[in-house]
């Protein structure tokens, strides 16, 4: 029999592609790890869980393990509708729909969006897992520079006018890969220019929480209310592994076409695992648990910061994040990070070279590195061996440096 | 501004819009329930998942809780695999990958296999939310008459030449909607025609391990290896809100493509959903639990089957379905079973009319009965006001009955 694939999944999947042969040399295990992006473990609230199963099950068993609705289960979006709330967001229970981590998200996001060929536009460099997601629909993916203030609001609004995007794709805090927080001002520009324009704003905020230095951030839902369609999870604040995300829009036209595609899809989100969640915020100090794991993630950014700064050469540069996981370093000119991957590699160190973060760049300069999941042993161990290797590098491409 | 939906949402959902009218009516609570798909829930192992729960957490919460592969929970994969050995068939650990629920297996099938326009067959009348799954797709969907010994391989046999179709798909044990069977004669020319096909056959198979009467059924996996996708769920057996589900594919180059979407659309499945199921698994007799399932809904089965030889009229027919969770019923030519359902739903009697389960067939003269989510009682008071607004419908339409 002749296998006969759709297109969908018969076009090059760079990104996939760069993924599958991270995974396959992590396989080969005892790593230094700075490639992921996983929580620290340490943060899991495993005794908390276990005893919300508990509660949840003996009182409530048969609504926990039944078919359920495909928005989700109500006292969790009206917990989450509440936490908006208190930031001053408009947002109601009815606004949220649960998913199955917010890369479910962005897919329902997309599926509901984009036909082949629209334009969508994305951070330059963009989560890769995004773009992963949104080519599943073939767009025509527009690309506008991420500087340290966020996303240039001159290119931004050149997109918009040109090719009347579908959605502008954003990480506003703590951006991932780069680490990056759009400024106040950068905010409003960029919202004036959405505004302005037929293009939804897509605000990918799972990190938000995570900011351990300076003042919280503006949201660009408050901004743009329903031009807005805003993204968040509990993968980072509780645990990834139980996959719950959600999805706020205030547009209702559009509320219903995602929780007509989410119904399509899968029916809905275990409900088990939304009603587990749901008693667990309710017993515990959800704001407490958030505060001691940004003190955890300070801690480890500080010691990779000082780590960075003792063994890169000084031809090297890194951003200095205000929250979230991620540090984006950029290697001498001249230098390729997905050959700096090939060697640490070689010597038991992860990072994710910046590639498959970019649309079309390849061989860039740039790579990230994820700080909140391993000891300071282990990230000051791993920093020394990248910094001898792009010592090395250096002398090899005649740079100085070794 | 403008909301610019994929053309992909605002195409029409006739099966979706008639799920959302029966969802809003039975909102209206306090009623006679056949129109549905649920388990009964005294079926559901609560205190034997909590205690699977904590003992997963108080062993192995980190990795319960954290990222994990897109395939899917090891050992449980290793178990379903095992599960199908016992039964004859060559199946293998790598063969498995978790679903969010076999709703969501449908779906990465159709979204590997089908561009826009491929035709793909299906059963007539059909699973519903399989219908709305493949048309995000857009197919061209042909269908094959099912007779009570299963699909017409003749009918089917013109469409795989005609049409080459991308996939054939089936209920083949006690289908949704008829509660039929296809006989062993049937399965062996249908697996035949297929064999000489470039079509594959997507073996859905939620109900089979729920068979209450005669012998179990030749699965059609075991005729065609790799040319068979094959799908399972634990919604019937264990719990359908825990949303566990699994393909089956020997296909390598298809698996493959299968696992890179589910990563690109949600990463992975709920691992705490999928050690808890395990651990579950392990530790309790799952084949006596089914048993009690067979036990209770054979009873059930007969309640109804019973009720409807006393209350229909001559003129009604029906399904004496060997397992599963319906029963398929056929009112007096000439009568719709829309207009039925709309004079039942007034009297707080809910079924599933006939015409969602069709491609294209409207006001068709079916409706499906489900029997495993009712007490006796309910179940004979239900029938029998169906049966009085079918001798009232007759003696309007000027026939026989009341």
Redesign the interface.
Same mark, same amino acid.
């Given at each position: 029999?002749?296998?006969? *694939?759709?297109?969908?999944?018969r076009r090059p999947?760079f990104q996939?592609d760069f993924?599958k042969m991270i995974?396959r040399v992590a396989a080969a295990g005892n790593l230094v790890s700075f490639a992921?992006g996983? %929580?620290n %473990?340490v943060s899991?609230p #495993?005794?908390e869980?276990?005893e919300a199963?508990?509660s949840v099950?003996?009182r409530n068993?048969?609504?926990?393990?039944?078919? $359920?609705?495909p928005q989700g289960y109500e006292p969790l979006r009206q917990l989450i509708a509440d936490r908006y709330a208190k930031k001053g967001l408009a947002v109601t229970t009815d606004d949220i729909l649960i998913? $199955?981590?917010s890369?479910?998200a962005l897919?329902m996001i997309a599926?509901? *969006? +984009?036909?082949e060929g629209?334009a969508i536009v994305v951070e330059r460099p963009c989560y890769l897992?995004a773009l992963?997601?949104f080519?599943?629909?073939n767009p025509v993916v527009r690309t506008v520079e991420l500087t340290p203030e966020g996303a240039s609001p001159e290119e931004l609004q050149t997109i918009l006018e040109r090719d009347r995007p579908?959605f502008f794709y954003t990480v506003p805090d703590f951006q991932n890969p780069t680490g990056l927080t759009y400024s106040e001002g950068v905010r409003r520009r960029i919202a004036q220019a959405i505004l302005r324009?037929?293009t939804?704003l897509v605000e990918d905020n799972p990190y938000e929480e995570l900011r351990f230095k300076g003042e919280a951030s503006l949201s660009f839902h408050k901004l743009l209310g329903?031009?807005c369609v805003l993204t968040g999870s509990f993968?980072k604040i509780v645990? %990834?592994? +139980?996959?719950l995300g959600w999805i706020v829009c205030t547009?209702k %036209? *559009?509320w219903e076409?995602l929780l007509?595609?989410k119904?399509? &899809?899968? *029916?809905?989100?275990? #409900?088990?695992?939304q009603m &587990?969640l749901d008693e667990y915020l309710r017993n515990n100090d959800l704001e407490s648990h958030i505060a001691k794991i940004r003190d955890l993630y300070r801690h480890q950014a500080e010691v990779m910061l000082d780590a960075l700064q003792r063994h890169f050469p000084e031809e090297a540069s890194w951003t200095r994040p205000e929250g979230g996981m991620f540090i984006w370093a950029t290697l001498p000119a001249g230098l390729a990070a997905v050959r700096l991957a090939e060697e640490a590699a070689k010597e038991g160190v992860m990072i994710a070279a910046g590639d498959p973060f970019y649309e079309s760049d390849r061989n860039v300069p740039t790579f990230r590195l994820n700080y909140t999941n391993s000891s300071d042993e282990v990230i000051e161990k791993g920093i020394a061996v990248l910094g001898r290797i792009i010592r090395r590098m250096m002398a090899e491409s005649g740079r100085v440096g070794a």
């Amino acid at each position: 029999m002749e296998l006969r *694939l759709s297109e969908r999944v018969r076009r090059p999947d760079f990104q996939g592609d760069f993924l599958k042969m991270i995974l396959r040399v992590a396989a080969a295990g005892n790593l230094v790890s700075f490639a992921g992006g996983l %929580p620290n %473990p340490v943060s899991f609230p #495993v005794q908390e869980l276990a005893e919300a199963t508990r509660s949840v099950l003996s009182r409530n068993g048969e609504r926990a393990l039944q078919y $359920n609705n495909p928005q989700g289960y109500e006292p969790l979006r009206q917990l989450i509708a509440d936490r908006y709330a208190k930031k001053g967001l408009a947002v109601t229970t009815d606004d949220i729909l649960i998913t $199955n981590g917010s890369q479910q998200a962005l897919e329902m996001i997309a599926a509901t *969006l +984009i036909d082949e060929g629209d334009a969508i536009v994305v951070e330059r460099p963009c989560y890769l897992a995004a773009l992963q997601a949104f080519h599943l629909f073939n767009p025509v993916v527009r690309t506008v520079e991420l500087t340290p203030e966020g996303a240039s609001p001159e290119e931004l609004q050149t997109i918009l006018e040109r090719d009347r995007p579908k959605f502008f794709y954003t990480v506003p805090d703590f951006q991932n890969p780069t680490g990056l927080t759009y400024s106040e001002g950068v905010r409003r520009r960029i919202a004036q220019a959405i505004l302005r324009s037929d293009t939804l704003l897509v605000e990918d905020n799972p990190y938000e929480e995570l900011r351990f230095k300076g003042e919280a951030s503006l949201s660009f839902h408050k901004l743009l209310g329903e031009q807005c369609v805003l993204t968040g999870s509990f993968s980072k604040i509780v645990s %990834p592994g +139980i996959r719950l995300g959600w999805i706020v829009c205030t547009c209702k %036209p *559009l509320w219903e076409e995602l929780l007509g595609y989410k119904q399509r &899809v899968d *029916l809905h989100t275990s #409900v088990f695992g939304q009603m &587990v969640l749901d008693e667990y915020l309710r017993n515990n100090d959800l704001e407490s648990h958030i505060a001691k794991i940004r003190d955890l993630y300070r801690h480890q950014a500080e010691v990779m910061l000082d780590a960075l700064q003792r063994h890169f050469p000084e031809e090297a540069s890194w951003t200095r994040p205000e929250g979230g996981m991620f540090i984006w370093a950029t290697l001498p000119a001249g230098l390729a990070a997905v050959r700096l991957a090939e060697e640490a590699a070689k010597e038991g160190v992860m990072i994710a070279a910046g590639d498959p973060f970019y649309e079309s760049d390849r061989n860039v300069p740039t790579f990230r590195l994820n700080y909140t999941n391993s000891s300071d042993e282990v990230i000051e161990k791993g920093i020394a061996v990248l910094g001898r290797i792009i010592r090395r590098m250096m002398a090899e491409s005649g740079r100085v440096g070794a």
